[in-house]
């Protein structure tokens, strides 16, 4: 009764784990997921300037987290939530921030 066990892989020959992308590492990463700043604000429904400040500074204003979890699971982006956008909120940017 010692027959062989098969191995399984959890992805195909083709797929392995070190190819398949997990979520951006910055806003500007983010926001370079789009073909442009123009569609990145199209989809999230902001204006062209507000997306562009939003990857310069490097944080999404929270009043557009909504827009961007739904924008970015629309476009299959893995990984972004809110937690993922409060986590990567700029240090730098917040300085000098009114509460």
């Known amino acids: ?35 442009s700043i123009g569609a990145f604000a199209a989809d999230v429904g902001c204006g062209y300037e507000a997306a562009r400040q939003m990857r310069r500074r490097g944080r999404i204003a929270p009043q557009h987290w909504p827009h961007v979890v739904a924008a970015s699971r629309r476009r299959g982006i893995a990984g972004i939530s809110y937690e993922w956008l409060a986590g990567h909120r700029a240090p730098a940017a917040m300085q000098g921030e009114a509460a």
Not at 5 to 24: E, H, K, M, R, Y
């Open 1 to 35: 009764m010692n027959e062989p066990t098969a191995s399984v892989s959890a992805f195909p020959a083709s797929i392995s784990a070190a190819n398949v992308p997990g979520p951006p590492t910055s806003i500007s990463g983010l926001i370079d997921s789009w073909q």
